[in-house]
């Protein structure tokens, strides 16, 4: 679609959301009343991902900023903290499953409704771009394990081994008492996910993780599925989840959050509704665990919530990157 052609169709569905989001404002007293200027003019290009990831989100700015795609964006912010030793809940460095093994997970999803990932993914530094391979050049949209790796090999992939000396010895550590322990916002919640809205108003979106630290052998998580850690719709927003996946599954975090969009929320009262919907089970043990949203609209307004403080996300808007700390349902 042209781009002025896009503004004008923008402003009117933009219009018609922020109806329907006005209204349910006033009738959930329980959610953050988002003010809204029906005349705001869409903002983008845009970049949001989970976490501080400076580099990350600075790296897609740079791409959004010379007229790449929302794709390029995501992928390309994506492979700074996979390819980071430093970063041990992502890619190269990662913390390994409770045997040692660093396995990835990972996934994207462009602006025509394409999606590809990766699961249970070893010995690639870049899962995300393995992920774009399969939606691009497969006519599949999950590969696990071995035939993920057999695949990113036959792209060009090379192998290297991910299990830096650090995670190592943190792995050893742990293997003393071998107590399986979720920590909240420690360590083993930094995943990143990250969507996207470019100059022509186009939306992807990526995810990527080395999954929890010391995971039973074979555990994938909410990251590399389709709906759970990531969903794009291009007419509507997008949304992205960190935090414990069984969790973020049980309530199909993302797709979730797109689709209270559609019917009407903003993106701030779609993730807190999402984070509601974890909180608000029968014997919910959320106390215990950590998930944070984000999410953008077609328009650019965003949204970000999470059940415990300490969450914050990274966005790059109005030519800037910034850091900003989430409200949370418990508060600080
Ligand atoms: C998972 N959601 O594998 C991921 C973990 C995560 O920050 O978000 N870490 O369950």
Known sequence: MKRRKFIKASSLSGAALLVASTANACQDKNQTEVKKDPEAKPSFPLAIATWNVERSVSTASEVLKKGGSALDAVVEGCKIEEADPKNITVGLGGLPDRDGNVTLDSCVMDNKGNCGSVVYLQNIVHPVEVARKVMEETPH?????????????????KKTDLLTEESKKAWEKWKVESKYDPIINIENHDTIGMIAIDNDGQLSGACTTSGLAYKMGGRVGDSPIIGFGLFVDNEIGGAVAT???????????????????RQG??????????????????????????????????????????????FSITIYRDGKVENLKSKSHISA
């Open 265 to 310: 929320k903003s993106p701030q009262q779609a993730c807190e509704e999402a984070i509601k919907r974890i909180v608000e089970k029968p014997n919910s043990n959320f106390k215990d665990f950590q998930v944070g949203y984000v999410a953008t609209n077609k328009r650019g307004e965003i949204g970000y919530y999470s059940i415990h403080p300490n």
């Open 243 to 261: 935090g414990l996946g069984e969790e973020v599954v049980k309530t199909v975090g993302s797709f979730l959050i797109v689709e209270l969009m």
């Open 141 to 157: 949209v999950m590969l696990a394990g071995k035939g993920a790796e057999q695949f990113a090999y036959e792209m060009g992939f």
